[in-house]
């Protein structure tokens, strides 16, 4: 009986989320994760270009949004994408609907017959992971690392104890519907920039006070704890 009106909610708190937010955010952040990287594409002379979305969602509407926008600019270019996450096997087959866009279980991307990718996607990810999980986090980068030619991270950044609830309750809203569990701590600057360094990677760009929400949102919308890091 819990577990049914648990369920229940998360249903119905994806609904509000989808009616309220739409897709402005993953139309924001297509747009600028987009405009930052076609200096990459311009010099790459190879015709395929692929994309690693590591921890894609159970909704990957931006990669979506990426491809497409790139598809359309370079029609000499062949965009494909690689998302991973902890699909079941019926959701993988209920998202595999599109030739150019592949998704597999999280565990699979050791045996990826891509052995390096042109860009690693990780949008709002490694927060879930549980920022004090250090050595976890600075494996993982290491790995991506190896895995891609530029990493660009998503995610959040806090600046004190308010700051902290909002990106909690934004969270829940955003997540809790999924089943994604709900992280207490988020980055700040500096501890961002010492996971990076230690997992060697250099800070090629780094964008912050990212505007995703709609005004009506207000103070919960606040663009400064939004950030984009570009990595190699």
Not at 15 to 41: A, H, P, Q, T
Request: aromatic fraction near 14%; charged fraction near 25%; hydrophobic fraction near 40%.
């Amino acid at each position: 009986m819990f577990l049914g009106r648990v369920n229940i909610f998360r249903s119905a708190l994806s609904r509000f989320r989808k009616k309220m937010i739409g897709e402005f955010r993953e139309d924001v952040l297509s747009e600028i994760i987009c405009k930052n990287i076609v200096k990459y594409i311009n010099k790459n002379k190879s015709k395929n270009i692929n994309f690693l979305d590591y921890g894609a969602g159970y909704s990957p509407i931006l990669i979506r949004k990426i491809i497409k926008k790139l598809s359309n600019q370079y029609k000499n270019k062949i965009f494909k994408a690689y998302c991973y996450d902890f699909y079941d096997t019926n959701k993988i087959k209920q998202l595999n609907s599109n030739k150019k866009i592949i998704f597999k279980h999280i565990d699979e991307l050791k045996r990826s017959k891509v052995k390096v990718f042109d860009y690693c996607l990780v949008v709002d990810v490694i927060h879930h992971m549980n920022i004090d999980n250090k050595k976890k986090i600075i494996n993982l980068l290491k790995f991506l690392k190896k895995k891609s030619k530029l990493i660009v991270i998503k995610d959040h950044l806090q600046y004190g104890f308010f700051s902290n609830l909002i990106l909690i309750f934004m969270d829940i809203l955003g997540n809790y519907g999924d089943g994604t569990p709900i992280p207490v701590k988020y980055f700040n600057e500096t501890i961002f920039n010492d996971f990076t360094q230690k997992a060697k990677l250099k800070n090629i760009k780094m964008i912050k006070s990212i505007n995703l929400y709609k005004p009506y949102w207000l103070i919960v919308g606040n663009p400064k704890h939004q950030f984009i890091s570009l990595l190699k």
